[in-house]
């Protein structure tokens, strides 16, 4: 049974970056044909996805937070990183990865426990 494990830091400055790292077990991230997202949601409104990192190494972002995004992995520790620039307090949320399956990247039945990120002075 695969299982994601978020971790990064709960508090973070505007203006900063910040830096989660998903950890998977049971499962390797370069199994075809897995895509390992990214979704986050702030307090009190719905699911915002982020982007993926796929098993091939490709990744894609939500084109409203392209510019400031960027997802990588480590094949040898099986983590995918996640790293937002410029934050403001407005991307303060619960941060969540998740994987999805090729030919169905809209649902997503395996979930980390999510890690609270606040943007805060």
């Known amino acids: 049974q695969v299982q994601l494990q978020e971790s990064g830091p709960g508090l973070v400055k505007p203006s900063q970056t910040l830096s989660l790292t998903c950890t998977v077990s049971g499962g390797s991230i370069t199994t075809r044909y897995y895509y390992w997202s990214w979704i986050r949601q702030p307090p009190g409104k719905g699911l915002e996805w982020i982007g993926y990192?796929?098993?091939?190494?490709?990744?894609y972002y939500s084109p409203s937070l392209k510019s400031r995004t960027s997802i990588s992995r480590d094949t040898s520790k099986n983590q995918a990183t996640l790293q937002l620039r410029s934050l403001t307090p407005e991307d303060t949320a619960v941060y969540y990865c998740?994987?999805?399956?090729?030919?169905?990247?809209?649902?997503?039945?395996?979930w980390g426990q999510g890690t609270q990120v606040t943007v805060s002075s």
């Open positions: 998740a994987r999805a399956d090729e030919g169905d990247l809209g649902r997503y039945p395996y």
């Open positions: 990192i796929a098993y091939s190494g490709s990744t």
